[in-house]
Nanobody, 119 residues
Framework: QVHVVESGGGLVKPGGSLSLTCTASGDLDELLAMAWHRQRPGQDREFIARITSGGAAYYEESTRSRSAISANDARNMVYLYMHSLKPEDTAVYYC?????????????WGQGTQVTVST
């Protein structure tokens, strides 16, 4: 079992930036990838970015130019940086540790961290 905790959310002014951290504990031997998602008010959870255990990064197209995902060498921390924030970036941001589980995968989500973009 992998326990995941997000941190770094808060109130940000439009045009500002966010730096979120996700910390994982537990057995990471079967780690495949780590991802960030967000859920905006009244909307479904949506993908932002993913980084594989090997370090390859993938981004959702609409936020690609404003986002950067990275991880530490131990792969027990993953970071999301996003700049030029807009009010529509207001959301709960979630981290997902994706583990190999037999022939499939197991997703380990954190509780999320609220980011509010407002004056």
């Amino acid at each position: 079992q992998v326990h995941v905790v997000e941190s770094g959310g808060g109130l940000v002014k439009p045009g500002g930036s966010l730096s979120l951290t996700c910390t994982a504990s537990g057995d990471l031997d079967e780690l495949l990838a780590m991802a960030w998602h967000r859920q905006r008010p009244g909307q479904d959870r949506e993908f932002i970015a993913r980084i594989t255990s090997g370090g390859a990064a993938y981004y959702e197209e609409s936020t690609r130019s404003r986002s950067a995902i990275s991880a530490n060498d131990a792969r027990n921390m993953v970071y999301l940086y996003m700049h030029s924030l807009k009010p529509e970036d207001t959301a709960v941001y979630y981290c997902d540790y994706i583990m190999r589980a037999g022939a499939g995968t197991n997703h380990n989500w954190g509780q999320g961290t609220q980011v509010t973009v407002s004056t």
